[in-house]
């Protein structure tokens, strides 16, 4: 680990109030701590620029700071700063990177290389079977997978890199787990791995902070995958700001008739490059270990128009200055945490009706053929209930079933 700045628990808590207080984003803290000579002397500084402003900060307390911290404790977790030995170096080097990172787990794992894998939530099986193999691959050439333990291809990462390493990213509190179903798994994750989070304990995810996690996530690793995508999804969100970061984008191609892929296809289009295997990643990235000076910070490889919509502002950033005033369309900054010491209660996932299996089994399908047994391992339902439904969906003419057995979705 290389060796960093040192924080006292005074200066800690400085910190924290700073990036919790309303309207101050990463940028913000950065500014308002290069202007005064640190957070302390900038949250001195704050309610005079508030009123030379015109407009109104609420500064996050030393109480609230102090609890937080507690609470972050009692989970087993710390705070680690930007610029310390744990925080890590691939993620420092990102614009608007976190001033203060929530970490539950081994602060080692996420200073090990990593890959980014990413993709639908709504997944196929075979997408769903690609993902475990791929992480598998990767995880076994020395590199930790990170991704935002979403449903799908996330989940499938996850699982598939336990043993290896692997790091969730949190879009809200780390007690506040989403979705409720993957609680078993975040626990499993914080055991050998990592969870991390730049949000206040207690905090609920919205839709905004999905793209914040999500730049968290690219800027994590040296390289994203992505596995499954619509046209319009997190997944591509994650590719633009990994192009951004100057890391590199590999997307998985699939049918042209499977809207989960055409994401990753377009992606491929302009420039990502293609993976079917793991080995295509650790190719890919291998030389890099061996040029560390060279691993942050080179310009994107997706081609301009890759990136054309402008990605919409991820806070109310404001740096003290009377010239940078909210805008009212960006999105609305971080408020102070309201801290709630114990989790909300963890709905169990759903089951899927018998009446909807047929429904459940054909969405897990795509015009590419996938084995009986990985369905099976998807639908989470015996194998004597999905060759039943699965009967019936051939009799209607709605799966085909292809030579040595693999199964695929008719359009």
């Known amino acids: 680990m290389v060796a960093g700045i040192a924080l006292s628990d005074s200066q800690r808590l400085d910190w924290l109030r700073l990036i919790r207080?309303?309207?101050?984003?990463?940028?913000g803290f950065r500014s308002l701590t290069n202007r005064f000579g640190g957070a302390g002397a900038a949250l001195e500084a704050l309610p005079d620029l508030a009123r030379q402003a015109g407009r109104s900060v609420r500064i996050?307390?030393?109480?609230?700071?102090?609890?937080?911290?507690?609470?972050?404790?009692?989970?087993g977790g710390?705070?680690?700063a930007l610029g310390e030995a744990d925080y890590p170096r691939p993620l420092q080097a990102i614009d608007a990177a976190p001033p203060v990172l929530a970490l539950l787990g081994d602060a080692a794992v996420i200073g090990r290389p990593a890959v980014a894998m990413v993709g639908s939530r709504n997944a196929s099986a075979a997408g769903?079977?690609?993902?475990?193999?791929?992480?598998?691959?990767?995880?076994?050439?020395?590199?930790?997978?990170?991704?935002?333990?979403?449903?799908?291809?996330?989940?499938?990462?996850?699982e598939a890199s336990l043993a290896s390493?692997?790091?969730?990213?949190?879009?809200?509190?780390?007690?506040?787990i989403y979705p409720a179903q993957n609680s078993g798994l975040a626990e499993r994750i914080a055991r050998s791995g990592a969870l991390v989070s730049e949000m206040p304990l207690g905090w609920e995810p919205r839709a905004r902070d999905f793209p914040r996690r999500n730049r968290i996530v690219s800027g994590l690793a040296l390289g994203t995958v992505v596995v499954e995508a619509a046209r319009r999804s997190g997944s591509l969100i994650t590719a633009r700001f990994a192009n951004e970061q100057g890391r590199q984008v590999f997307a998985v191609p699939g049918s042209p008739?499977?809207?989960?892929?055409?994401?990753?296809?377009?992606?491929?289009?302009?420039g990502a490059t293609l993976c079917t295997a793991g080995a295509d990643v650790v190719e890919a990235l291998q030389p890099m270990l061996e040029r560390p000076s060279d691993l942050f910070g080179a310009p994107g490889l997706l081609r301009e128009h890759a990136a054309a919509d402008a990605l919409p502002p991820l806070w109310d950033d404001w740096d003290g200055s009377s010239a940078s005033e909210p805008s009212s369309s960006g999105a609305a900054g971080l408020m102070p945490v309201r801290f709630a010491p114990s989790p909300l209660p963890l709905d169990p996932p759903r089951p899927v009706e018998d009446g909807n299996l047929g429904r459940h089994l054909l969405d897990l399908l795509s015009p590419t053929p996938v084995a009986?047994?990985?369905?099976?391992?998807?639908?989470?339902?015996?194998?004597?209930?999905?060759?039943?439904?699965?009967v019936e969906l051939e009799l209607a003419g709605a799966v085909l079933r292809h030579p040595g057995g693999g199964l695929s979705r008719v359009h």
């Open 60 to 75: 996050c307390s030393l109480a609230e700071a102090e609890r937080e911290t507690e609470g972050l404790a009692r989970l």
């Open 21 to 27: 207080s309303e309207g101050i984003g990463p940028r």
């Open 165 to 176: 390493g692997t790091v969730a990213v949190l879009a809200g509190g780390l007690d506040r």
């Open 78 to 80: 710390r705070f680690i």
């Open 257 to 270: 008739l499977d809207p989960r892929a055409e994401g990753g296809n377009h992606l491929i289009r302009d």
């Open 128 to 158: 769903l079977a690609l993902t475990r193999r791929l992480a598998r691959e990767i995880g076994e050439a020395g590199f930790i997978v990170v991704s935002g333990l979403a449903r799908g291809i996330d989940t499938a990462a996850h």
């Open 372 to 390: 009986l047994d990985d369905l099976v391992r998807a639908s989470g339902r015996s194998a004597r209930e999905v060759g039943r439904a699965l």
